[in-house]
């Protein structure tokens, strides 16, 4: 497995800045470091950069609309920067049900009574507030529930050039070449045509792998008629 100093050398030397066998100062090391760190922050961001999901068994308490989820949440954890719709609630007599993700703010608010309660939810929205996040559910169970919550995983920063780097296969490249570029910015100097053409295919190629299908969610809960068009056949 390569350190984050030999991916760093590659790339310095993809463009140039350092020969094959010079070793880059510590300066720029350092810049090297913090750009690669910035450039996994913005990859993060995109949810077809990101490989793993991650499944976390969350108690659900009775009578709660809300939870917090993060670092200082009520569900202390890895702060989700994207739900996934294959999570699901466990009930209270073991019973396993899916939960359908609400696309958005307007989605949660149009549901007219919130306050509505049942065994177990069928809706989660998922509001990716920071530092924690927030999650809802509706309608609010009676009793506790078991949330089997499945997370994108962010992509993990560097904590130094020692730092061992490991990503499945095509990453490595991904990560050379695109920081070769940003690099490149970062050193005043031109990115060669041919690393450009590598670190944009390779980019191409983890976001076809990591591309999900994405299955269309049902009408808004409480809310009558919020699909339906009218038909001027009908009158309706």
Do not use: C
Not at 115 to 126: A, G, I, K
Not at 144 to 166: G, K, P
Request: aromatic share 10%; charged share 20%; no cysteine.
């Amino acid at each position: 497995m390569a350190t984050a100093l030999d991916l760093i050398k590659k790339s310095l030397r993809l463009i140039h800045v350092i020969d094959p066998g010079e070793e880059p100062s510590a300066d720029e090391i350092a810049d090297a470091l913090s750009t690669a760190n910035g450039m996994l922050d913005t990859w993060s961001s995109d949810g077809l950069y990101i490989y793993a999901m991650k499944e976390e068994a969350l108690t659900w308490p009775a009578s709660t609309e809300s939870r917090t989820i993060g670092a200082t949440g009520d569900f202390v954890t890895t702060r989700p920067s994207k739900i996934s719709t294959s999570s699901f609630v466990r009930s209270s007599d073991g019973q396993d049900y899916p939960i359908r993700l609400l696309s958005s703010r307007q989605s949660y608010s149009w549901i007219t009574d919130k306050d509505t309660t049942s065994s177990w939810p069928e809706y989660l929205y998922y509001e990716p507030t920071y530092p924690d996040g927030t999650l809802y559910v509706w309608p609010v169970p009676t009793a506790a529930v078991t949330l089997y919550l499945h997370s994108s995983q962010q992509l993990t920063q560097i904590a130094s050039s020692t730092t061992t780097v490991a990503y499945p296969p095509g990453y490595k490249e991904l990560f050379e070449y695109s920081l070769a570029e940003r690099l490149a910015d970062e050193f005043g100097v031109a990115v060669p045509p041919g690393v450009m053409k590598r670190a944009f295919s390779s980019r191409m190629m983890i976001k076809r792998q990591n591309k999900k299908q994405v299955q269309s969610t049902l009408s808004v809960p409480g809310i009558e008629n919020s699909t339906r068009r009218y038909s001027i056949y009908s009158d309706s």
